[in-house]
């Protein structure tokens, strides 16, 4: 994740990280990509049903039974090793993770051994009442998917009146007093509505956004045609900076951030040095605490069958599975050549990246969007955008 709030408009300082120690169970939520531990946020796909039918969902989740879903007690069993292991957070996914008939119970147990539970969801299951007990379980933050307004959105969804629901869940969450943030994945088919997106956020008072940028992972790979060029992609960036800017300058300071793309970094740092070097300083040290790409290492997934993977999309690259082996172990066993390198991917990567000025901030950007594309695990991530000129170092310019 990048921070554009926190990056580009000063929201957080280095101080701010310090303070803690890096330590990531003692970080506030907001500071957690700055942990110096990187002890895993696990992303836990409580099923794969769905009630929706996006086009690039990376599970390709359909509103059917799956065979193999953990039960409750293997579910809870994963939850207490997770707390054992001091693993800060568990954001409960999907599918849709609201359809899960004991996904109560499990948020319930997470927050009783200790945990921050989240949840990305739809959104559009989130009744009054639905909010209510979800507030009252300790709930952290709700994160509901919004890829535009109401025709580009329900059309991703492939259900109409997807967007009318999943506002209303918005709405319902906020009035319990919860965090709420939204999510959009940029495409070639909804970049337009990026401004419309942050006149939502405004109008509504939405404290969070994350901008993800397009994973071919899933059902999103007969979409990849759909991601931007890389002029596209700068545009876009710029357009978020800007955006955010101007809410700030209105006294409205939401919490901005893009995902997937850690190209986004230094492209940052890079406009910062034309127009506040004083804070470009003070961003370069923030990129070296964040460190890039965490798939491996600060971000892990478990799915609804129990098998572990490096992130949510890289889902033909199993380490084990949970039935047979806890997470802790798994998580931590560099016998398996794919978990030892992406531990120190930095050594491993080849191409623009082996090179790259910016690699101890990036770490490579995404492995599995590179092998989804190029075959080569190791190869540079096809979506960096930065120019040769910019991923030069200094000496060489």
Same mark, same amino acid.
């Given at each position: 994740?990048?921070?554009?709030?926190?990056?580009?408009?000063?929201?957080?300082?280095?101080?701010?990280?310090?303070?803690? *120690?890096?330590?990531?169970?003692?970080? &506030? /939520?907001? %500071?957690?990509? #700055?942990?110096?531990?990187? =002890?895993?946020?696990?992303?836990?796909?409580?099923?794969?049903?769905?009630?929706?039918?996006?086009?690039?969902?990376?599970?390709?989740?359909?509103?059917?039974?799956?065979? !193999?879903?953990?039960?409750?007690?293997?579910?809870?069993?994963?939850?207490?090793?997770?707390?054992? +292991?001091?693993?800060?957070?568990?954001?409960?996914? *999907?599918?849709?993770?609201?359809?899960?008939?004991?996904?109560?119970?499990?948020?319930?147990?997470?927050?009783?051994? *200790? $945990?921050?539970?989240?949840? /990305?969801? @739809?959104?559009?299951?989130?009744?009054?009442?639905?909010?209510?007990? %979800?507030?009252?379980? *300790?709930?952290?933050?709700?994160?509901?998917?919004?890829?535009?307004?109401?025709?580009?959105?329900?059309? +991703?969804?492939?259900?109409?009146?997807? #967007?009318?629901?999943?506002?209303? !869940?918005?709405?319902?969450?906020?009035?319990?007093?919860?965090?709420?943030?939204?999510? +959009?994945?940029?495409?070639?088919?909804?970049?337009?509505?990026?401004?419309?997106?942050?006149?939502?956020?405004?109008?509504?008072?939405?404290?969070?956004?994350?901008?993800?940028?397009?994973?071919? /992972?899933?059902?999103?790979?007969?979409?990849?045609?759909? $991601?931007?060029?890389?002029?596209?992609?700068?545009?876009?960036?710029?357009?978020?900076?800007?955006?955010?800017?101007?809410?700030?300058? =209105? !006294?409205?300071?939401?919490?901005?951030?893009?995902?997937?793309?850690?190209?986004?970094?230094?492209?940052?740092?890079?406009?910062?040095?034309?127009?506040?070097?004083?804070?470009?300083?003070?961003?370069? =040290?923030?990129?070296? %605490?964040?460190?890039?790409?965490?798939?491996?290492?600060?971000?892990?997934?478990?799915?609804?069958? !129990?098998?572990?993977?490096?992130?949510?999309?890289?889902?033909?690259?199993?380490?084990?599975?949970?039935?047979?082996? &806890?997470?802790?172990?798994?998580?931590?066993?560099?016998?398996?050549?794919?978990?030892?390198?992406?531990?120190?991917?930095? =050594?491993?990567?080849?191409?623009?990246?082996?090179?790259?000025?910016?690699?101890?901030?990036?770490?490579? @950007? +995404?492995?599995?969007?590179?092998?989804?594309?190029?075959?080569?695990?190791?190869? /540079?991530?096809?979506?960096?955008?930065?120019?040769?000129?910019?991923?030069?170092?200094?000496?060489?310019?």
């Amino acid at each position: 994740m990048i921070g554009i709030s926190k990056l580009y408009l000063g929201a957080v300082e280095e101080a701010d990280v310090l303070r803690y *120690g890096g330590d990531s169970r003692r970080l &506030p /939520s907001h %500071l957690l990509q #700055f942990s110096r531990d990187k =002890k895993p946020v696990v992303v836990f796909n409580t099923t794969r049903r769905c009630n929706l039918k996006c086009i690039h969902c990376y599970s390709e989740s359909e509103n059917k039974d799956y065979t !193999g879903e953990l039960s409750t007690d293997e579910a809870k069993v994963l939850i207490d090793d997770l707390a054992r +292991f001091g693993a800060p957070v568990i954001l409960f996914s *999907g599918g849709e993770p609201l359809m899960r008939p004991d996904l109560e119970e499990l948020i319930a147990h997470a927050v009783g051994r *200790g $945990m921050r539970a989240v949840i /990305s969801t @739809n959104g559009t299951l989130i009744t009054e009442d639905r909010a209510a007990r %979800l507030k009252d379980l *300790g709930l952290s933050y709700v994160g509901v998917s919004l890829d535009g307004l109401e025709a580009t959105h329900d059309s +991703f969804r492939k259900v109409n009146g997807a #967007f009318s629901k999943a506002v209303s !869940g918005i709405q319902n969450s906020m009035r319990q007093g919860m965090k709420v943030g939204l999510r +959009f994945t940029i495409n070639r088919l909804n970049a337009h509505e990026i401004g419309p997106i942050f006149d939502l956020m405004e109008a509504e008072r939405i404290p969070r956004i994350c901008f993800y940028h397009l994973v071919v /992972s899933g059902r999103g790979a007969g979409i990849s045609e759909m $991601m931007l060029s890389d002029n596209e992609t700068r545009a876009v960036v710029d357009l978020i900076m800007d955006r955010t800017k101007a809410l700030f300058d =209105k !006294g409205f300071e939401p919490e901005v951030l893009t995902v997937d793309n850690h190209a986004d970094g230094p492209y940052v740092y890079l406009r910062l040095m034309r127009e506040d070097p004083n804070r470009a300083a003070e961003v370069l =040290k923030l990129l070296t %605490l964040n460190q890039g790409n965490s798939s491996g290492v600060g971000i892990a997934c478990v799915s609804f069958d !129990g098998e572990v993977y490096a992130d949510q999309f890289w889902r033909n690259r199993s380490f084990g599975n949970v039935r047979r082996r &806890p997470f802790s172990e798994i998580w931590t066993d560099v016998t398996n050549p794919l978990m030892a390198r992406l531990k120190e991917k930095q =050594k491993h990567v080849t191409g623009r990246c082996a090179g790259c000025r910016w690699l101890s901030v990036c770490a490579g @950007n +995404f492995r599995a969007r590179a092998e989804a594309m190029t075959g080569d695990t190791w190869a /540079s991530d096809p979506a960096c955008y930065l120019t040769d000129e910019e991923i030069r170092p200094p000496a060489e310019t």
